[in-house]
């Protein structure tokens, strides 16, 4: 038993089961044992890897998007350029290397980091210490002014409830005790109001899962930037329009876990339902562009000709790292589908680059399905 596993089973001994969403908030956030708060858990020898991880080339096109956002922003003088759970701080490093191609805008920059890991502020500060950062608890935290927020893989590590459809019925999905009152497991719990839970159509047996938290700051990101102008790109993985299913899931050294079995130990995430936060920051005040599909949208944005730019200075094994961190960020089966990429806009924004309409992404689709496999490759 993890230590954070004892801790969760004297509370539920004591006070009765829990909601996934506390189970999950606490498996990652809680101050002593939780999962980000000691470790770096990105890359090859942690327990996954993330789009920034794989590639300059990624965060380098979120740099130069970011760049030509500023412009149809009107060119604010400063800007704060927002990171919301910056990781090791690589996305930004690359994006700030590139966004020296428009040296006004790198100029204006301001950059703020959102972050409750001490061990990955720890990295960030060691990344980014020549654009002196500035760190935040919360996004509520943040000083006003225009601004362009990022958010790479932040919304899946926020907690989802779970509801289960019994007949006619739905109930709250918890994590109690198992017989003899020591190992976790899922019970069901209470009769919900379909309403609080904007529940949609779903056969009997089948699960539903919200998140709270990303629709709150979603509101809250959608209503700073009515407000004061800007535009935040979220980028992470789920379907486009909600759907039923469950798609809770541990990683542990770039394998699945069973997700109670380690907290605190092993990452935990959902999908995310861009649907929802869409309607929040919508409800809020603002514009919302996409979602679209990573791969193509990175391919708007330019990424093979980046490719291309880089392959031309490269030996022969940068030339092959290169042409497979394309690969894995931009092929259907790899990060190119699964993962989207959504803007939250100031109302009088026009589409920006990657989120102008395509025939070809915009067609009548299939509605995608929620699942735990993770999306992550090794
Ligand atoms: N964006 C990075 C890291 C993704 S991992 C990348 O793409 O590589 C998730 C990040 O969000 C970590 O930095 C983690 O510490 C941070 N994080 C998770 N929950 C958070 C919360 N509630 N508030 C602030 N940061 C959080």
């Given at each position: ?14 006070d009765g089961p829990v909601t996934v969403a506390d189970f999950m908030a606490t498996a990652l956030g809680d101050p002593e044992h939780g999962y980000y708060m000691h470790r770096d858990p990105l890359g090859r020898a ?333």
């Open positions: 038993m993890t230590p954070l596993a004892r801790r969760l089973r004297d509370r539920i001994q004591a942690g327990d996954f890897t993330t789009a920034p991880e794989i590639g300059q080339v990624f965060g380098e096109m979120i740099g130069l998007w970011a760049a030509a956002a500023w412009q149809a922003m009107g060119a604010p003088d400063p800007v704060r350029l927002v990171e919301l759970g910056p990781g090791r701080g690589t996305l930004m490093a690359d994006a700030l290397r590139a966004a020296r191609a428009l040296p006004a805008f790198a100029d204006a920059v301001r950059v703020h980091l959102v972050e409750t890991s001490p061990a990955l502020r720890a990295s960030q500060k060691a990344a980014l210490a020549a654009h002196d950062p500035t760190w935040h608890g919360t996004f509520a935290e943040l000083p006003e002014g225009p601004a362009i927020i990022l958010a790479n893989e932040f919304f899946d590590a926020l907690p989802v409830h779970q509801y289960e459809r019994h007949g006619a019925d739905w109930r709250e999905r918890l994590v109690g005790l198992a017989e003899g009152g020591e190992a976790l497991c899922f019970v069901t719990g209470p009769v919900v109001d379909p309403g609080a839970i904007a529940a949609i159509p779903a056969p009997s047996g089948a699960v539903l899962e919200s998140c709270p938290a990303g629709r709150a700051l979603a509101g809250d990101i959608g209503a700073r930037i009515a407000r004061a102008g800007g535009v935040a790109l979220i980028v992470d993985y789920g379907p486009d329009r909600r759907a039923p299913g469950e798609s809770l899931q541990a990683v542990r050294d770039h394998a699945a876990r069973g997700p109670l079995a380690e907290p605190g130990e092993a990452d935990l995430t959902a999908h995310v339902d861009f649907q929802t936060l869409a309607g929040a920051a919508r409800a809020a005040g603002a514009g919302v562009q996409g979602p679209v599909p990573q791969g193509a949208w990175l391919r708007r944005i330019g990424i093979e000709t980046r490719a291309g730019v880089l392959l031309r200075k490269a030996n022969a094994r940068q030339a092959k790292d290169i042409l497979a961190a394309l690969h894995r960020l931009t092929a259907p089966d790899q990060m190119g589908a699964l993962f989207k990429t959504m803007a939250i806009t100031a109302p009088d924004l026009p589409p920006l680059a990657g989120f102008e309409p395509d025939a070809e992404t915009d067609a009548e689709t299939a509605p995608e399905t929620v699942q735990n496999a993770d999306p992550r490759p090794a």
